[in-house]
């Protein structure tokens, strides 16, 4: 039973890592696309249904895979290969420690959602990610391209100078929480927003977060692919799908960071102002209300899409689109409307709590994270890029020694306060 | 099930170990040599020291590796500049004293394994935790630990002073482009 669940906890949870990716990847053209004013991608379809766009990321993987594989002249072929596979499975094994809900209790039954249970907890993190810089480093090098060498270089620098910043930044956390573990570190903030840590340590908090930004190589910390210096960095050889683990690996690396500063500063998994003994006591309660409001906004959503409908718009199938979206939900909400507005339920089973509770959570976390991921692009498409000295002297200069500095301060109020 | 993992890991750092020193590229020696820390970093973690294997993997495979590679990338020496293989007195020595080396292990394996002191419960409770190490590093080795680090504080401030052109031979010596004070002002 045991070895049942972890293992499905070993498949599911890098699934959901790897599922958000197209997602990103369709909210960063969507994103880049009205910063700019202008629509994004919005011309591929299946039988004319569009989704917004997110069709095109499945003529992407089409094009992707059919490319030719490059090998460029002088290349060492076996680091050439390995790189990209690095990148990718360095930032999927991360996310073993993150814990995706409480532990689920039903009678004798104990469950934690995620994969390992690590003494180290965040430290096991660092030090996976740390790892990470090696793909890039060595597509850099196997390239035999200058401009590849360069961003290499780049990478490597950055990544070890706001590495440090990264880990101390943190200490100021295991101070107030008494623990490495991520899973009590979320437990210590409670489910009252403000004792969150993004309030009781908002320093250590923008310190992380920028420093997770150049730990990912997103702008303003993108010098190691620096389009207008380098042409594309380290991967400017790389084609067809050994380009595309390098353009996953970027999201998957956004996805993991969302997740470990969601964990670490904005309460994790807790539902805002409800702790798990409180939902799990008034689960009839909570079920029933979810489910009168999720009838009432689907249905609304459905009038909303319904309203977009308009013959001739585009004179093919795609016109249709918003009513095969539109009327189902608008069924799926009078449905759930009548069965949640004429029954009351009571006398749930025993597990019903607890997995209520469980996937309520989850929900929770992972809203956290796509909000997150949302200021990352944000982020990109409004700041422009450092310049190389300044990244130096603004990480070590600047970052380091206010990490020192939050950790003094904490220490001193950690002493002062009982 | 962990005596497996542990000859997996065993195999592997011992291959990637006799890998650094026979490959002839530098950059192929480091990669194998972080191949090597990383799965002693595994050994550590099934022997139940967590918090050493992520020490282990943070800091040496993670970012002293990577200095390494760093200064590799810089230098890229071409083949030529590598050193080539030829047979020495000292090679000869070295392989004998080696080959002498392994069969008194092999032959002393059976008597050497004795088996480990028996540990106290409260070290068994904490061993290789966070906790443990934590307390044993600013309780009853807190004078060496703090040695240390002041040890590589003065390596450190010894390898600006020595990399950095000394103050004096500048004012001294002005660039002949227009001198370093317009330079820097730049």
């Known amino acids: 039973m045991e070895i049942l669940t972890s293992l499905i906890k070993a498949i599911l949870i890098p699934v959901v890592v790897l599922n958000f990716i197209p997602l990103l990847i369709w909210m960063e053209r969507k994103g880049a696309a009205y910063f700019q004013d202008r629509r994004g991608p919005n011309r591929a379809n299946i039988f004319g249904v569009r989704l917004g766009g997110m069709i095109h990321n499945l003529a992407d993987v089409i094009k992707l895979i059919t490319k030719e594989e490059f090998f460029p002249a002088g290349a060492n072929r076996f680091y050439f290969v390995l790189a990209p596979f690095i990148v990718l499975f360095i930032y999927i094994i991360t996310t073993a420690v993150i814990p995706f809900a409480d532990e689920l209790k039903v009678g004798d039954f104990v469950m934690s959602f995620r994969v390992a249970d690590l003494n180290v907890g965040v430290l096991y993190i660092f030090s996976m990610a740390s790892l990470a810089v090696y793909g890039i480093m060595l597509a850099g090098w196997s390239s035999n391209n200058k401009y590849s060498l360069l961003g290499g270089l780049r990478a490597s620098s950055q990544m070890i100078s706001y590495e440090i910043t990264l880990s101390l930044s943190v200490v100021s956390l295991f101070m107030v929480a008494g623990s490495v573990d991520l899973n009590e570190i979320v437990r210590n903030q409670t489910a009252n927003i403000f004792s969150w840590n993004i309030i009781r340590q908002p320093l250590a908090f923008l310190l992380f977060l920028v420093a997770s930004f150049a730990e990912t190589n997103r702008t303003p910390f993108d010098l190691p692919e620096g389009e207008s210096e380098l042409v594309a960095g380290y991967h400017v050889e790389y084609s067809s799908m050994k380009f595309a683990l390098f353009f996953m690996g970027e999201y998957a690396a956004i996805v993991v960071a969302s997740a470990v500063i969601v964990s670490l500063f904005l309460g994790g998994w807790q539902v805002p102002f409800l702790a798990t003994t409180t939902l799990i006591d008034n689960t009839p309660l909570l079920l029933n209300l979810f489910g009168k409001v999720f009838s009432i906004f689907s249905i609304f959503a459905g009038l909303f899409l319904i309203t977009k409908f308009k013959k001739k718009k585009y004179r093919d199938a795609r016109d249709y689109e918003v009513l095969t979206l539109g009327i189902p939900a608008i069924l799926v909400g009078v449905g759930a409307g009548l069965f949640f507005f004429t029954h009351y339920l009571h006398d749930l089973p025993a597990w019903a709590g607890p997995v209520f509770t469980a996937t309520l959570q989850i929900l929770v976390f992972l809203t956290k994270i796509f909000l997150f991921c949302f200021f990352f692009i944000w982020v990109r498409w409004t700041l422009p890029r450092f310049r190389y000295d300044q990244l130096m002297s603004f990480g070590w200069k600047g970052m380091l020694p206010l990490a020192l500095f939050n950790i003094f301060v904490t220490g001193i109020f950690l002493l002062v306060k009982p | ?186």
């Not at chain 2, 993992?5 to 291959?15: D, K, L, P």
């Not at chain 2, 191949?35 to 970093?41: C, G, I, K, N, Q």
């Not at chain 2, 973690?45 to 590796?65: D, E, P, S």
């Not at chain 2, 500049?81 to 292990?105: D, R």
Request: charged residues 10%.
């Open chain 2, 1 to 186: 099930m962990s005596l497996i993992f542990f000859y997996i890991f065993a195999t592997f750092s011992v291959v990637s170990a006799l890998l650094v020193i026979s490959f002839r590229n530098t950059l192929s020696c480091a990669i194998a040599l972080v191949a090597t820390l990383f799965s002693v970093a595994c050994l550590f973690a099934l022997l139940g020291a967590h918090f050493l294997a992520a020490m282990q993997v943070l800091v040496y495979a993670g970012a002293v590796m990577v200095l390494f590679i760093f200064v590799i990338m810089l230098l890229n020496l071409g083949r030529e500049q590598l050193l080539k293989i030829h047979m020495s007195f000292l090679g000869v020595v070295g392989i004998l004293c080696g080959t002498y080396l392994g069969v008194f292990l092999a032959l002393r394996l059976g008597t050497l394994s004795k088996p480990f002191p028996e540990l106290t419960p409260s070290q068994v409770s904490d061993y290789g935790t966070v906790h443990g190490v934590g307390q044993l590093l600013f309780g009853d080795y807190l004078i060496p630990f703090e040695l240390t680090s002041f040890l590589l504080l003065v390596a450190i401030v010894g390898a600006i002073t020595l990399s950095s052109p000394s103050p004096v031979r500048r004012w001294r010596t002005p660039s002949p482009a227009g001198g370093e004070g317009k330079k820097e002002r730049l």
